[in-house]
Structure formats: structure tokens, C-alpha cells
């Protein structure tokens, strides 16, 4: 595929646009949201959720009171990155689902406290925290040189840039495993290995089993931000689709599914009514109290995760939790 040099604000920042380059892109064909909108439980795809103001939206919930993840794995990876960088030496470091990097600065901390050179990809579906977070990188890391992905999971995996390093590491944190049902992340797995060398690390964090309470409040904070998110997710179909949903009839639901181990963020139908996507030429019936699956959040067994990544040729090398076992992070081996 011949990609779209798009922005040189520095010498050492690259970044191109998948989602406009690529005829087939999800989230421009829409194809995903016309199946997923004709469903019986109807649902949305969560990459819907990541335009801009989605993006700004989520960075908000992660430093809310009630949403323990994005603090305790950051905690974790405060005290470990410099094991993790003394394990993978100096790689590219590959991260699906970027945002703002925060987190990631401790693994670039520890790179850099090795003076190892620093090869980052960010991959992102939001054009501007993509270029945003670059250019704040770029001024805090000498050795550091960006090449940014606008783009899906599936595109990049399929099209990254040529190695810098004999080795790769690609991180998938956050808990976003979560968001796939057990077939989504089988097949995200079978993109991840093809994507991978011999010897290439895989940094995986997920969110582990614990009290209900617990899990529920991170999902419903009292500000509302985590609302204003889910609602977001219509707002982002108006624009990009041409669609007439009205936000004001749609209310904010989450709970915990203990039976599947996940969390269920629902939008919940007011009254009865019909919205179209004219750019999708599609009509969706929704009737009163009918509720639209936006988002799961599957939380994991430490060990039976270790198991699984085992089965797809990624041998645990090390992980980690917090003092309360409610986070995990798994260092992998590609071993194909």
C-alpha cells in the first residue's frame, strides 16, 4: 500500500493516515456499524467511540476517583518498565490504541535511562491526540523518533514501518482486550503473531476479576463523564454518517454481566422511535426501554490468561499486579 506523507513538524515525526488511505477502512465504509445496528441485541463496534471529543472524553475518565485501571496499571508500570527495558533491549516499541501515551512514558523513561534510541509507533484513530502527543514527546525524549498510524488495529498490524531494531515490542494497554468478545480476540491474536518476528515482545495489560462494586462504579462515575462518553459514540455516527440521532432520547447504562465476567455499557431507547444513517442508506427501529450494546469489558483470571497467550505462541516472560490483584501486565515471547 503507498501511504500519504501527511505531517513533517519535525525531522524525527512521521506520521500517516491508514483511514485515508485505505479504501476498505471500517470506520469510513461503515459496514461493521450496518451489522452491528441489524442485530437482535443491536451493538456498535467501540472504535466508534474514539473521534476527537471521545478521545478528550476518555483521557478524563482515566483520571476519575471511581476508574481504578488507567492508576493501577500505571503504578505497575512505574515500578517495572526498567525490567521490561533491561528484557527487550533496544526495539521498536509498537503501541494499538495510543492516546495520549501517558502510561508510556515510563516505558520511554526507561529506554532512555538506558541510552537506548527510542523508535515509538503510536497507532490511533484519532488524528489529533495522535499529533498532539507527538510533538509533546518529541520535546521531552532526545533520542526519540515518531512514526505515528491513524489507523485501526487491523490496518496497521497488517502494514507496519520497516524495523529500526533486531526486535519489536508491541504494548496493548489499558485493558482494551476487554472490548472483544472470545472470537474477536481470537482473531486479534491471529493478526498480532502475523504481525510479529521470531523473538518479538508482545505487553499486554488486563483488567482482573474482583468485587462487583467495585467494577460497577468504575463505569458509572458521579460526574457523568463515562455518560457523556457512551452518548458520544452517537454523535460521532451523526458526523461521520450523516445520521439524525437525537442524544436527549438516549440514556446511559452500565452493570456487571457476573455470569460472562463483564461489564456491559448499554444507550437505553427513551420511546420508540426510528434514526437514520443516510450516508449508510439504513433506517434503525428502536423500541421504548430497547437498549444499544456499545461496549463489554471483559475482566480476566491471571493465569488462564498466561495459558491462553501460550496457545498463540506467546510465552509469559514475566508479569505483574498491584499489591490488590486487581491489574495485571504480561511481558510475552513470540515463540512461533
Known amino acids: 500500500m503507498t501511504l500519504i506523507f501527511e505531517v513533517n513538524l519535525d525531522e524525527r515525526l512521521q506520521i500517516d493516515n491508514f483511514l485515508q488511505t485505505h479504501p476498505l477502512s471500517y470506520t469510513n465504509h461503515g459496514s461493521d456499524v450496518i451489522a452491528g445496528l441489524r442485530q437482535v441485541q443491536k451493538s456498535l463496534p467501540p472504535h466508534y467511540f474514539y473521534d476527537d471529543l471521545g478521545s478528550d472524553l476518555f483521557e478524563k475518565i482515566c483520571t476519575l476517583p471511581e476508574y481504578y485501571p488507567t492508576r493501577t496499571e500505571a503504578a505497575i508500570l512505574k515500578d517495572n518498565s526498567p525490567e521490561i527495558a533491561t528484557i527487550t533491549g533496544a526495539c521498536d516499541l509498537i503501541e494499538l490504541g495510543s492516546g495520549s501515551s501517558t502510561k508510556t512514558r515510563f516505558l520511554l523513561d526507561a529506554y532512555q535511562q538506558l541510552n537506548y534510541p527510542i523508535h515509538y509507533i503510536p497507532i490511533d484513530v484519532s488524528t489529533g491526540i495522535l499529533e498532539t502527543t507527538a510533538q509533546e514527546l518529541l520535546k521531552d525524549y532526545a533520542r526519540l523518533t515518531i512514526h505515528g498510524l491513524v489507523s485501526t488495529y487491523q490496518l496497521a498490524l497488517e502494514d507496519l514501518p520497516p524495523a529500526q531494531f533486531a526486535s519489536r515490542l508491541v504494548a496493548f494497554l489499558g485493558s482494551t482486550l476487554g472490548n472483544f468478545s472470545p472470537q474477536e480476540c481470537d482473531h486479534f491474536f491471529e493478526q498480532v503473531t502475523a504481525a510479529l518476528n521470531q523473538g518479538d515482545y508482545f505487553l499486554l495489560g488486563i483488567d482482573l476479576q474482583k468485587d462487583n462494586q467495585i467494577l460497577e462504579a468504575a463505569y458509572n462515575d458521579n460526574q ?113
Open 224 to 336: 457523568g463523564i463515562t455518560a457523556q462518553f457512551n452518548l458520544n459514540i452517537l454523535e460521532h455516527l451523526n458526523w461521520r454518517f450523516d445520521g439524525n440521532f437525537n442524544l436527549s432520547e438516549f440514556q446511559h447504562r452500565s452493570f456487571y454481566n457476573q455470569e460472562k465476567s463483564q461489564i456491559e455499557m448499554h444507550l437505553v431507547s427513551q420511546k420508540e422511535q426510528v434514526v437514520s444513517l443516510k450516508t449508510l442508506n439504513l433506517k434503525i427501529n428502536f423500541a421504548k426501554g430497547e437498549t444499544l450494546l456499545t461496549e463489554i469489558s471483559r475482566k480476566f483470571n491471571l493465569k488462564q490468561m498466561e495459558e491462553y497467550l501460550a496457545n498463540q505462541g506467546l510465552k509469559t516472560v514475566q508479569s505483574w499486579t498491584d499489591s490488590q490483584g486487581w491489574f495485571g501486565l504480561i511481558l510475552c515471547q513470540y515463540q512461533a
